[in-house]
């Protein structure tokens, strides 16, 4: 609701339990008037504890810069920090309609795949936000309905976006190395990593033009 009724052309989103720099905003500002084909930007996260102590960083919680490596990436992982994010205004609501109110845990990641293959996406070098852990956080209940959400959306997102060979196949060795990790050979591990590889070779050629990425 706060979102529709906001009058200005950007907007910038925290969660209340969150602690963005002193400078995070201006900076997020400055990055998006002198770059104004970007739609959406983030910025990277120091984690810290319930009592504001910093606490180790996960590697996803590095996100990717650039725009292609955003798009790559969202093939396996949310490439955004959620509360870090600024968007321009007419970009959510006007083309978009905002958030789909039938995720609960996975809206930003929802909205992420509608407007990522569209609009240039990008995150900033810099650690702009505090993102707080704790065991309240939404993002450490992440119940099995929300994860299987999330993987449809990642393989809704591969079928659109690298083709549905691609997208039933990487599903299916995915979805069994997450649930029978335990029991699975080399050999499955490593075709998994074979099937990465040509999707990262099909990416390249349909949307980077050979370019190559950070993975």
Known sequence: K??????????????????????????????????????????QASIIDEYGDSIFSPPL????????????????????IHSSIMIKKDIIVDIFGGYDNNYRTNQDFELW??????????????????????????????????????????KQYIENYIGKNHA???????????????????SQFYTLYSEIQEMYSSFLKLHCKGTQIDR
């Open 113 to 154: 795949v509608r407007i990522i293959p569209l609009y240039r996406c990008e995150n900033m070098h810099e650690r702009l936000l505090a993102f707080r852990l704790h065991d309240e956080s939404i993002s450490m209940h992440y119940d099995s309905d929300s994860m299987k959400r999330a993987f449809l959306l990642r």
């Open 168 to 186: 039933d196949k990487f599903a299916y060795l995915w979805s069994k190395l997450n649930t029978e990790t335990r029991k699975c050979t080399s």
């Open 2 to 43: 706060g979102i529709k009724i906001a009058k200005g052309k950007y907007i910038a989103r925290m969660d209340a339990d969150d602690i963005s720099f002193p400078d995070r905003l201006e900076k997020q500002l400055n990055h998006m008037l002198s770059n104004d084909d970007v739609a959406l930007l983030g910025t």
């Open 61 to 80: 919680w590095e996100k990717p810069v650039t725009h292609a490596e955003i798009k790559w990436f969202t093939n396996f992982t949310n490439p955004l």
